[in-house]
């Protein structure tokens, strides 16, 4: 099944509005709901393979084959979060290789020093322009096609103001990068000031709880944005689902509850492909094991 192409679609005007997948289980819903594009984050996936928080501890080797798997089991084209590019201009090179080949759509790099911090979190730091500049040439370099796109972050509106983070921005639109994405804007006028300021497509990141206010994709259309995430959707609903049904289990003593609500178990058989498995076991069983099915 070939996947959406992000750069025709952002080209046609089309609005791309991108979930947050934080773990294979809702990759697979993922696909029964219908998405053209998915986001991985870097604080979700994280969270969800390893139970750190995203503060630089993850690897790059960790990552990419938690990004592989992904692209493997989504319909939707990934866009993939790489943090900083994990390390240097070689450590950039390699990580833009490694996610291209693991099938991603977009690469988005930042410019925290490393080790990074999530985005709407205190204690960021950021590198001078000049090395997130060279990184992001380095980056599109680095590409073998060039449907994939490289997003270039700041997190610099936390740092050096709202004027410094448009100001590195525009130099890293001027570097090269296909996407722009100031990181925790912090009200409508900033939103609406810096698209209007910026000569590429730009990226809304709706973060709930984080520093920027959220908003629809249509009120986001509508600031300037040619796209947006919703990283933390999947992962705070699944973690409210799985506190509750925990907290109704200590109570009652039973999943059997009016408090709970469960997916389908045999639904979820059938989305995480038990039915071709079946399908196997029938072909290859001995006559008398078909007898007794």
């Avoid at 294979?24 to 053209?36: C, K, L, P, Q």
């Avoid at 680095?142 to 050096?160: F, G, H, Y």
């Avoid at 009652?252 to 389908?264: A, D, W």
């Avoid at 492909?273 to 094991?289: M, N, Q, S």
Wanted: glycine share 8%.
């Amino acid at each position: 099944m070939a996947k959406a192409n992000l750069k025709s679609v952002l080209a046609s005007g089309q609005f791309v509005a991108a979930p947050g997948i934080h773990d294979m289980i809702t990759a697979v819903v993922s696909n029964s709901v219908g998405f053209d594009f998915v986001y991985a984050s870097g604080y979700w996936m994280t969270a969800s393979t390893h139970g750190i928080p995203d503060a630089g501890i993850a690897t790059y080797t960790q990552m990419v084959d938690r990004v592989r798997t992904l692209c493997s089991k989504v319909n939707a084209g990934v866009i993939a979060d790489a943090d900083t590019g994990y390390g240097g201009l070689l450590n950039v090179h390699h990580t833009v290789r490694g996610y291209e080949e693991a099938g991603v759509v977009a690469i988005q790099i930042e410019d925290q020093e490393f080790p990074k911090k999530c985005g709407h979190t205190p204690f960021k730091r950021v590198v001078p322009t000049i090395d997130m500049v060279e990184k992001i040439k380095v980056a599109v370099e680095a590409r073998r096609s060039p449907d994939t796109l490289i997003i270039a972050r700041t997190d610099a509106r936390q740092v050096e103001g709202f004027e410094g983070a448009v100001t590195r921005m525009q130099a890293y639109s001027e570097a090269g990068a296909d996407i722009l994405f100031l990181e925790a804007l912090e009200s409508d006028d900033e939103m609406r000031e810096g698209n209007r300021r910026l000569n590429k497509p730009t990226f809304a990141n709706m973060a709930d709880g984080g520093l920027t206010p959220i908003k629809s994709a249509k009120e986001l259309q509508e600031l300037g944005y040619a796209m947006a995430i919703f990283p933390s959707i999947t992962g705070l609903a699944a973690a409210h689902a799985a506190f509750n049904a925990l907290t109704v289990l200590k109570a009652e003593g039973s999943s059997k509850s009016p408090n709970i609500q469960l997916f389908p178990f045999k639904e979820f058989n059938e989305l995480i492909g038990f039915p071709e498995v079946w399908d196997f076991e029938r072909k290859w069983a001995r006559d008398e094991i078909k007898a007794a099915e």
